[in-house]
């Protein structure tokens, strides 16, 4: 089944900087358990609803990526 795209929110709507755009070519696993799933679901679903912007898990995990990166010199 095809995936419908989705509309990320833009850097200046989400009030963070947006990851450089590239292609992607690999692809991570991340267990979590129902605890982190609940909680990123909740923050992904409060932050839609203050901002009325949609952003993804996806969005959400290589921001706080980057950012954790870029803090430890990585």
Avoid: C, F
């Avoid at 419908?4 to 947006?18: D, H, Y």
């Avoid at 992904?44 to 203050?50: F, K, L």
């Amino acid at each position: 089944m095809p995936r419908v795209p989705t509309r990320s929110a833009t850097p200046a709507e989400a009030g963070q900087q947006e990851p450089e755009k590239q292609p992607y070519v690999h692809t991570l696993s991340l267990r979590l358990t129902s605890e982190q799933y609940r909680r990123l679901r909740r923050y992904v679903t409060t932050h839609e609803d203050r901002t009325n912007q949609r952003i993804t898990h996806q969005w959400v995990l290589e921001t706080a990526l980057s950012q954790y990166l870029d803090r430890n010199r990585g």
